[in-house]
């Protein structure tokens, strides 16, 4: 009779994903992994062909927590691109590891920067077309500037050179919106 299989693939991967958090996917090992499981390597490499198979698959797990924060993060009544820019900043400093592999890794297992952003509820979409709504003639190139500010202030969170508050960013955001429109 056949030992019951007992590590599922969620399991594999939500312990993958809390390695991810803490220690940043290069601690993502196929030891650690089954330390993190509680169990041998031969059930990780049971369920999966290799390393990079994980990693892809946690990838996707990445994406879906950023996008569960954007969905979760309070909206407020502000210019377009402004939430969105206030939200990837704070889940920049409070999400580390995981901005790192999802936003900074030359590794996005075919999508783009602006697929993973995006998401499946179409949230860049959406500020585009509120922008445009607003009377913002250039809306895309809008957007793309307000990506390269909102991006190297995430980037700073990084590195500890983010100083401002909650309200300064906001205040930073709009204005660089209503200088870039």
């Avoid at 031969?42 to 999966?48: A, E, G, L, T, V």
């Avoid at 939200?87 to 999400?95: D, L, N, Q, R, T």
């Avoid at 900074?104 to 995006?118: A, N």
Wanted: contains cysteine; aromatic residues 12%; glycine residues 8%.
């Amino acid at each position: 009779m056949a030992k019951k299989e007992t590590i599922s693939r969620d399991a594999l991967i939500q312990a993958a994903f809390s390695i991810l958090r803490e220690e940043g996917i290069g601690q993502v090992t196929a030891r650690k992994l089954a330390a993190r499981a509680n169990c041998s390597t031969q059930p990780i490499f049971r369920i999966y062909r290799n390393m990079e198979e994980v990693s892809e698959e946690l990838f996707g797990r990445a994406c879906d927590f950023f996008q569960d924060y954007y969905s979760d993060f309070p909206e407020q009544a502000a210019p377009p691109f402004v939430n969105l820019g206030q939200a990837y900043i704070k889940f920049a400093g409070e999400h580390k590891k995981v901005f790192e592999f999802l936003f900074l890794s030359p590794e996005r297992f075919g999508r783009s920067l602006y697929d993973i952003i995006d998401g499946s509820g179409g949230c860049v979409s959406r500020e585009v077309q509120a922008a445009l709504s607003q009377g913002c003639r250039d809306a895309g190139n809008v957007f793309m500037k307000m990506w390269i500010f909102i991006h190297g202030a995430a980037c700073m969170c990084l590195t500890g050179d983010y100083e401002l508050s909650e309200d300064e960013t906001v205040q930073a955001l709009m204005a660089a919106y209503d200088s870039f429109k």
